[in-house]
């Protein structure tokens, strides 16, 4: 195939692609995304290429693989088309049957379909599932429809029509008023309007300019972005190449995470793909104007998120910030002006240059448009990746789309924006998806994890992990962050270790407001947000610590003590046989025992104990 | 890495240094990407490419070694043939993650970031690997463990030494 010379040239592929297409024609689509990999996903591609081979279907049906669906707990996710028909949790063993029932016959494999784990009733179709019906898929749309290593899929769905129109219909100002109008605002986290950071770069003084696609997704607890760049990356690419011609830039970055493996791996063959048909490289699309993107491999710095450090890392340096009152935008990379965004935003641009600014802004709230994308997981039945309308309610989030609590717990609190975010109490729930109304409340909406936790989860505890990151993720450049972060992580420490005192509060609470007014970069700016939220909403739970030495859910080891309960336990003896520190004694058939002296706490017989019998206690001297 | 047998450093392979940095037009800003390619090559960063590639790109040598300090996909002492990582991102640490690490850190006698005197394994701690609906996650050489439990620890650590063994048979 050689390079597309014009718009027509890719429209009339892209029918041909269309034609060829038969719809009615039987597809296997299987996820091989890393969420369905590692639980096995390969095999599974592998037995449907033999077990079609070996039933002479090869021309008959059609295998596909595609990238992530986004609900990774239930995988290796496959669906059956023309049907849609959707399994999960599918293995090797299954794979004849499906292919001779379902790809050939149309017939449903009951024991495949997706059941809700509260109710247990059974869906056919993804779109039947409670956690994608109350879905507004616009990024992730495409996600597990196309095979994110055969362009042609993507164009077949329309890719690359916005960067022709763009090339060859739109001056560089009216694609920045588009993207002025959708609203549009920067989906990494801090939500700064894209248009205007756009225009921003375009007029500022400095030659060579750049663009740059942050794939940094260094906050636990997020995967939207590693789904996306594995799943659909030409829709990157497109949008970045938008950008370019907009601004002005004739060369950019991807920088992508070393722990997404696959993501890169995807995104290389994205550029090879794009450049050979020439949607990247010299003359695109015959326009004269000239982009190409180059990969750079993060080296596991949460910093390196943080756009200034990111700077500095593409250009082969430490990724420490720098003051914020120079802007990237002005002295970004070898100091010439550089335009970063997350790859969420630059998939949204293709979209919004294909659909109108309207299209976008006509959902979402008056000051958040479009859609937001989180990766929910943490105690929730439905873990996964969900995409709402800006201002859909917390409170639908987690139980219409999430189904709930684990256990059929309470919520005791949302996490959202990582180790930068806070945590956002059950009473408000009903908080809609917006960036400055999460703002208001103490979180941010961060790059899109959001953490639920339930009344198992301690609240001091949390604000101590994310401390616990953080000191460690610091830089280091500056002493409010480098000092005050690890300060705050000794005193939060003692706390959950039943030493603290009321005192200790007021401390957090200082050091805090310092550190957030002080530090350098977003890093340390945000750092003290869970501190700060948490005291602000679960106070009682830090008073029960330092006052009463009591943790109330029982995690905060130095303050629990961990009990067989006699009326529950049936002397199976697993637990006996699996702890590792043989702290547990009892005859087979009897109530066993646990000796406190001997016990180190793991929870290895709790997991294990089919009949609920080891509980967590307060600890009594 | 207290655990490490002290280095043995292998003799220096300059021109397999050379040809990396040669590779990436000895460009100062591709330093980190040479730095990875020789990380994959030898599992951590010897001394004597440190000082290599300083001379060859002309960046002074406390720039490489911060760099080489900074990022944590780079090591300065010998790694395992297998390196053990625990996720600890927080979906991972609500589900009992760190409750893995003190397992696999019990079975192997080592601490998080340490190295058993056998090279066999390396245990890294590491801050959300994207898998989190598979939490708590272990990755052993590409290979992803979901749902992990501290019981089914020592299982894996036996089956994954067992096929090395074979490997090299």
Same mark, same amino acid.
């Given at each position: 195939?050689?390079?597309?010379?014009?718009?027509?040239?890719?429209?009339?592929?892209?029918?041909?692609?269309?034609?060829?297409?038969?719809?009615?024609?039987?597809?296997?689509?299987?996820?091989?995304?890393?969420?369905?990999?590692?639980?096995?996903?390969?095999?599974?591609?592998?037995?449907?290429?033999?077990?079609?081979?070996?039933?002479?279907?090869?021309?008959?049906?059609?295998?596909?693989?595609?990238?992530?669906?986004?609900?990774?707990?239930?995988?290796?996710?496959?669906?059956?088309?023309?049907?849609?028909?959707?399994?999960?949790?599918?293995?090797?063993?299954?794979?004849?049957?499906?292919?001779?029932?379902?790809?050939?016959?149309?017939?449903?494999?009951?024991?495949?379909?997706?059941?809700?784990?509260?109710?247990?009733?059974?869906?056919?179709?993804?779109?039947?599932?409670?956690?994608?019906?109350?879905?507004?898929? &616009?990024?992730?749309?495409?996600?597990?429809?196309? #095979?994110?290593?055969?362009?042609?899929?993507?164009?077949?769905?329309?890719?690359?029509?916005?960067?022709?129109?763009?090339?060859?219909?739109?001056?560089?100002?009216?694609?920045?008023?588009?993207?002025?109008?959708?609203?549009?605002?920067?989906?990494?986290?801090?939500?700064?309007?894209?248009?205007?950071?756009?225009?921003?770069?375009?007029?500022?003084?400095? #030659?060579?300019?750049?663009?740059?696609?942050?794939?940094?997704?260094?906050?636990?607890?997020?995967?939207?972005?590693?789904?996306?760049?594995?799943?659909?990356?030409?829709?990157?690419?497109?949008?970045?190449?938008?950008?370019?011609?907009?601004?002005?830039?004739?060369?950019?970055?991807?920088?992508?995470?070393?722990?997404?493996?696959?993501?890169?791996?995807?995104?290389?063959?994205?550029?090879?793909?794009?450049?050979?048909?020439?949607?990247?490289?010299?003359?695109?699309?015959?326009?004269?104007?000239?982009?190409?993107?180059?990969?750079?491999?993060?080296?596991?710095?949460?910093?390196?998120?943080?756009?200034?450090?990111?700077?500095?890392?593409?250009?082969?340096?430490?990724?420490?910030? &720098?003051?914020?009152?120079?802007?990237?935008?002005?002295?970004?990379?070898?100091?010439?002006?550089?335009?970063?965004?997350?790859?969420?935003?630059?998939?949204?641009?293709?979209?919004?240059?294909?659909?109108?600014?309207?299209?976008?802004?006509?959902?979402?709230?008056?000051?958040?448009?479009?859609?937001?994308?989180?990766?929910?997981?943490?105690?929730?039945?439905?873990? *996964?990746?969900?995409?709402?309308?800006?201002?859909?309610?917390?409170?639908?989030?987690?139980?219409?789309?999430?189904?709930?609590?684990?256990?059929?717990?309470?919520?005791?609190?949302?996490?959202?924006?990582?180790?930068? *975010?806070?945590?956002?109490?059950?009473?408000?729930?009903?908080?809609?998806?917006?960036?400055?109304?999460?703002?208001?409340?103490?979180?941010?909406?961060?790059?899109?994890?959001?953490?639920?936790?339930?009344?198992?989860?301690?609240?001091?505890?949390?604000? &101590?992990?994310?401390?616990?990151?953080?000191?460690?993720?610091?830089?280091?450049?500056?002493?409010?962050?480098?000092?005050?972060?690890?300060?705050?992580?000794?005193?939060?420490?003692?706390?959950?270790?039943?030493?603290?005192?009321?005192?200790?509060?007021?401390?957090?609470?200082?050091?805090?407001?310092?550190?957030?007014?002080?530090?350098?970069?977003?890093?340390?700016?945000?750092?003290?947000?869970?501190?700060?939220?948490?005291? &602000?909403?679960?106070?009682?739970?830090?008073?029960?610590?330092?006052?009463?030495?009591?943790?109330?859910?029982?995690?905060?080891?130095?303050?629990?003590?961990?009990?067989?309960?006699?009326?529950?336990?049936?002397?199976?003896?697993?637990?006996?046989?699996?702890?590792?520190?043989?702290?547990?004694?009892?005859?087979?058939?009897?109530?066993?025992?646990?000796?406190?002296?001997?016990?180190?706490?793991?929870?290895?017989?709790?997991?294990?104990?089919?009949?609920?019998?080891?509980?967590?206690?307060?600890?009594?001297? | 890495?207290?655990?490490?047998?002290?280095?043995?450093? $292998?003799?220096?392979?300059?021109?397999?240094?050379?040809?990396?940095?040669?590779?990436?037009?000895?460009?100062?800003?591709?330093? /980190?990407? /040479?730095?990875?390619?020789?990380?994959?090559?030898?599992?951590?960063?010897?001394?004597?490419?440190?000082?290599?590639?300083?001379?060859?790109?002309?960046? $002074?040598?406390?720039?490489?070694?911060?760099?080489?300090?900074?990022?944590?996909?780079?090591?300065?002492?010998?790694?395992?043939?297998? /390196?053990?990582?625990?996720?600890?991102?927080?979906?991972?640490?609500?589900?009992?993650?760190?409750?893995?690490?003190?397992?696999?850190?019990?079975?192997?006698?080592?601490?998080?970031?340490?190295?058993?005197?056998?090279?066999?394994?390396?245990?890294?701690?590491?801050?959300?690997?994207?898998?989190?609906?598979?939490? $708590?996650?272990?990755?052993?050489?590409?290979?992803?463990?979901?749902?992990?439990?501290?019981?089914?620890?020592?299982? /894996?650590?036996?089956?994954?030494?067992?096929?090395?063994?074979?490997?090299?048979?």
């Amino acid at each position: 195939m050689g390079k597309i010379k014009n718009k027509q040239a890719l429209v009339t592929l892209q029918k041909s692609l269309l034609q060829q297409r038969d719809l009615s024609k039987p597809c296997a689509r299987v996820c091989v995304g890393t969420g369905c990999r590692a639980r096995g996903s390969l095999n599974v591609l592998k037995s449907f290429e033999d077990e079609i081979k070996k039933q002479g279907l090869a021309s008959k049906a059609d295998l596909k693989q595609t990238g992530c669906h986004g609900f990774c707990e239930k995988g290796p996710v496959v669906v059956i088309g023309p049907e849609e028909t959707f399994y999960s949790e599918v293995e090797s063993a299954d794979v004849p049957e499906i292919v001779s029932e379902t790809l050939m016959k149309g017939k449903i494999v009951d024991r495949l379909l997706y059941a809700e784990p509260v109710t247990g009733r059974k869906s056919v179709c993804e779109h039947d599932i409670p956690f994608y019906k109350k879905q507004t898929r &616009r990024i992730l749309f495409n996600n597990g429809k196309i #095979d994110p290593t055969n362009i042609l899929d993507y164009i077949t769905v329309g890719g690359y029509l916005a960067l022709a129109k763009t090339v060859t219909e739109m001056s560089s100002e009216e694609v920045i008023s588009v993207i002025d109008k959708s609203g549009l605002r920067g989906l990494g986290g801090a939500g700064f309007p894209t248009g205007r950071k756009w225009r921003s770069t375009r007029t500022a003084v400095g #030659d060579p300019k750049f663009v740059v696609g942050n794939g940094d997704e260094g906050d636990p607890g997020a995967f939207s972005d590693r789904s996306l760049m594995e799943a659909n990356p030409h829709s990157i690419l497109e949008g970045m190449t938008i950008g370019a011609y907009a601004i002005g830039a004739n060369s950019g970055f991807l920088y992508v995470r070393a722990e997404y493996p696959l993501a890169l791996k995807h995104l290389q063959i994205a550029i090879e793909q794009s450049k050979e048909y020439g949607f990247l490289g010299d003359n695109i699309l015959a326009s004269g104007f000239n982009f190409n993107v180059d990969i750079a491999r993060g080296g596991g710095a949460f910093v390196c998120g943080e756009s200034s450090a990111l700077v500095a890392s593409i250009e082969g340096k430490m990724g420490e910030p &720098r003051a914020k009152y120079i802007h990237t935008v002005e002295k970004g990379l070898w100091n010439k002006p550089t335009n970063l965004n997350n790859v969420k935003t630059w998939a949204c641009v293709p979209l919004i240059i294909g659909n109108g600014a309207n299209w976008y802004s006509e959902i979402g709230t008056k000051e958040s448009k479009g859609t937001a994308v989180f990766s929910l997981v943490g105690k929730i039945n439905n873990t *996964g990746l969900v995409e709402v309308s800006m201002g859909t309610p917390l409170k639908r989030i987690v139980y219409d789309i999430g189904g709930g609590i684990l256990g059929n717990r309470r919520l005791k609190a949302l996490q959202t924006g990582g180790p930068s *975010g806070g945590c956002i109490p059950e009473e408000l729930l009903d908080l809609p998806v917006d960036f400055d109304e999460l703002n208001k409340a103490g979180s941010m909406m961060g790059s899109g994890g959001m953490i639920v936790m339930d009344e198992y989860t301690c609240m001091v505890d949390v604000a &101590r992990y994310f401390l616990d990151f953080l000191q460690y993720e610091s830089c280091g450049k500056c002493v409010p962050c480098r000092e005050g972060i690890k300060r705050m992580l000794e005193i939060t420490t003692n706390i959950t270790k039943g030493h603290g005192t009321k005192e200790d509060m007021d401390l957090l609470q200082e050091m805090a407001e310092t550190i957030r007014d002080f530090s350098l970069c977003g890093l340390g700016q945000t750092a003290p947000n869970t501190v700060l939220s948490t005291l &602000r909403y679960f106070r009682k739970e830090y008073e029960a610590h330092v006052i009463e030495k009591r943790c109330p859910a029982g995690v905060c080891k130095a303050l629990i003590q961990y009990t067989i309960l006699k009326e529950k336990c049936t002397g199976c003896g697993v637990c006996k046989a699996l702890c590792p520190s043989q702290a547990i004694q009892g005859e087979p058939k009897k109530t066993h025992i646990i000796d406190m002296a001997k016990c180190v706490k793991c929870n290895a017989c709790r997991d294990v104990c089919k009949f609920e019998a080891v509980a967590v206690k307060q600890k009594v001297d | 890495m207290t655990n490490a047998q002290s280095p043995v450093e $292998p003799m220096p392979e300059y021109d397999r240094v050379d040809q990396i940095v040669e590779r990436n037009n000895c460009k100062r800003s591709a330093l /980190i990407p /040479i730095l990875q390619e020789i990380e994959s090559v030898y599992n951590y960063l010897p001394t004597w490419a440190l000082r290599r590639v300083s001379e060859k790109l002309g960046v $002074p040598l406390i720039q490489v070694c911060g760099v080489a300090s900074f990022y944590d996909a780079f090591h300065l002492t010998p790694t395992g043939e297998h /390196i053990v990582r625990v996720c600890l991102g927080t979906a991972c640490y609500l589900k009992g993650g760190s409750r893995v690490l003190e397992s696999v850190e019990k079975e192997l006698g080592i601490k998080d970031g340490e190295t058993t005197s056998d090279l066999k394994f390396s245990v890294q701690s590491v801050r959300c690997l994207g898998a989190c609906a598979l939490a $708590p996650v272990m990755v052993i050489s590409q290979q992803y463990f979901d749902k992990m439990m501290p019981m089914k620890v020592n299982k /894996i650590l036996k089956q994954v030494q067992s096929r090395s063994g074979k490997d090299q048979e």
